[in-house]
């Protein structure tokens, strides 16, 4: 993984991704980055806790920071306090996140340094990024979380089922489900049928939703004592 060749590519909204060619793969969907990532993890999932002050999240694959983006900006506006954990065993380089576009797009242009400080802020320590908005991040393997009863809500934005099927196991299901407080929610772009069953062999209660554009589903999932 940590070898494969990295390429920016223009999706329709026009914010860039990364694109993996000997994988045939991509970090965010081509019908738009930010609008996925706004519609996956924002509104079904960040959004359910708009009530909450403070709101633990973990992101499983922090890829080109965009998720983490998105929710420090949500903090802001909304007032809420975010203590955010990413998970990445190959993360990206400088000389690819710092073309990346996203501030522009999301009306942030003199934020830029808020996005950059979130990939350069060091790794395995918590930081500070904003006074709303905290960032931990582990340079780990999915499997190696050993957080139980942590968090309220999970990102998971591994790789497609295609790809790495083994990041979407009832194994890694059950790690995500010990990670979570009773209650929490994991949320997904994935909506394949395998993937809602390894869910629910985890513990979970699952249902699917409508997707982001260019996609029919998408999967929550919630942890019941």
Not at 96 to 123: C, D, M, R, T
């Amino acid at each position: 993984m940590s070898k494969l060749k990295r390429e920016l590519l223009r999706t329709q909204d026009g914010s860039l991704t990364i694109h993996l060619p000997e994988w045939n793969e991509s970090y965010h969907s081509k019908h738009g980055a930010i609008q996925e990532a706004c519609h996956v993890f924002i509104k079904n999932g960040l959004d359910f806790f708009v009530h909450q002050k403070e709101v633990n999240i973990l992101e499983i694959g922090f890829g080109t920071g965009l998720n983490a983006f998105i929710t420090l900006l949500e903090s802001q506006n909304r007032n809420q306090k975010i203590n955010y954990t990413a998970v990445d065993a190959f993360p990206i380089e400088a000389e690819i996140y710092e073309k990346l576009n996203f501030h522009e797009l999301l009306q942030a242009v003199g934020k830029q340094n808020l996005f950059l400080a979130l990939h350069q802020s060091p790794w395995e320590q918590k930081q500070e990024i904003i006074s709303s908005f905290s960032l931990v991040k582990n340079k780990i393997r999915f499997e190696e979380i050993s957080s139980e009863n942590q968090f309220d809500l999970i990102y998971f934005d591994a790789f497609g089922f295609r790809v790495q099927p083994e990041l979407w196991s009832v194994e890694i299901f059950q790690t995500m489900y010990k990670a979570l407080k009773n209650e929490g929610m994991l949320t997904t772009y994935a909506a394949r049928g395998i993937i809602t069953n390894n869910l629910k062999k985890s513990g979970f209660q699952v249902k699917k939703t409508n997707g982001p554009i260019g996609k029919r589903e998408m999967t929550i999932a919630v942890k019941k004592a």
